[in-house]
């Protein structure tokens, strides 16, 4: 498609591609920057692991709340899914298969990494949302079929986050194990909109395990 976040740059850092055995796809929050997300990249980079970072037009994928009904938020939404599904394609051009790319977001991204791993069901080389789920004013777990075949994936979040409600990540996990994840979520007590170290800790060893395997 050729929506709102077409032709936006793709950030890159860590190994190159076309010499890296893994990536990691990262998607920045609303009002951040692919620069930004990619500074929590380089926490978790390995050697022989890319990181690739979509940029969002204006800072923002899509305008209102990702719990509005969907139409809301087009064309934004599907442009967004769009550019990760680029960046995949992108890896898989230079060597790096599907099983080997894990797509990481926070917040606003970690809506868009959720929805486009669960509306494009394979093998991945995992899925982390931090701070985020589904996006929809509802979620009905059976309007979703395919299989993740194992895809190991991370939900962590506040059980008081003013933008995440604690439900929306639930059901997130519920149809992320439908499809067949592997699905470690953890609430956090207090914790608010952010991510703690006890998340990057778990993702970090996510990451050791894809680069190793």
Not at 61 to 67: E, I
Request: glycine residues 12%; aromatic residues 6%; contains cysteine.
């Amino acid at each position: 498609m050729d929506g709102p976040h077409q032709g936006q740059p793709l950030a890159t850092d860590g190994t190159p591609l076309d010499e890296a055995d893994a990536a990691l796809v990262l998607v920045h929050g609303r009002g951040a920057t692919a620069e930004s997300i990619l500074q929590m990249g380089r926490q978790l980079h390995r050697d022989g692991l890319a990181l690739l970072a979509p940029q969002a037009d204006r800072n923002t994928w899509y305008p209102n709340s990702f719990l509005q009904p969907v139409e809301s938020n087009e064309p934004g939404r599907s442009s967004g899914l769009q550019a990760i599904d680029d960046a995949v394609e992108r890896a898989n051009d230079h060597g790096v298969p599907t099983e080997r790319v894990m797509v990481l977001g926070f917040s606003q991204g970690a809506c868009l990494g959720s929805e486009y791993v669960a509306r494009n069901p394979r093998r991945y080389g995992g899925l982390v949302a931090f701070s985020g789920g589904l996006i929809g004013e509802t979620i009905d777990p059976d309007e979703f079929e395919g299989s993740l075949d194992g895809t190991p994936a991370f939900l962590g979040c506040s059980d008081v986050d003013p933008h995440i409600p604690e439900e929306r990540v639930h059901v997130t996990t519920e149809v992320l194990e439908k499809l067949d994840a592997d699905v470690e979520e953890r609430i956090y007590e207090g914790m608010g909109h952010g991510v703690n170290d006890d998340e990057i800790e778990y993702v970090d060893g996510m990451v050791a395990a894809l680069v190793d395997d």
